[in-house]
């Protein structure tokens, strides 16, 4: 299922290019984020685009909408739907959907969250969402 429009990660910039794995990649994990572009009011996620090597760790990073203390973790990869990570809630971890034993996570005091990914897996390939 979609995000409401409300929710879903804002950017200037055009559409990242789709995450898509190619025969020379296999050995490589891709991370994709939306909305990782600069947002007036809205929420920032970095790194755009990355690609590491398995058995590497990565940390992607949410800056929320102002004034929003929650922030939803969602992963979607390729041909699949949008499946829930993780929520904080005013940095306390909130519910948890398939959170892998691999992955963290956690919210500051300012309510930026950050999504870390240890081990990393060819499953791990996907578009990571930050919402809030």
């Known amino acids: 299922s979609a995000l409401p429009q409300e929710d879903q990660a804002l950017s ?29 009011a809205g929420v920032t996620q970095t790194p755009r685009h990355l690609i590491k090597a398995r058995g590497q760790q990565v940390t992607l990073r949410c800056s929320p909408v102002p004034g929003h203390n929650r922030v939803y973790w969602y992963k979607q990869a390729l041909g699949q739907g949008l499946q829930f990570l993780i929520e904080y809630y005013e940095g306390a971890e909130g519910e948890k959907g398939d959170f892998p034993d691999r992955f963290s996570g956690h919210q500051s005091h300012d309510y930026h969250s950050g999504l870390n990914v240890s081990a990393l897996k060819l499953e791990d390939s996907a578009l990571y969402l930050c919402a809030t």
């Open 12 to 40: 200037t910039e055009a559409p990242p290019a789709p995450c898509v794995m190619g025969a020379r990649l296999l050995p490589w994990v891709l991370l994709c984020l939306l909305g990782a572009g600069p947002a007036e």
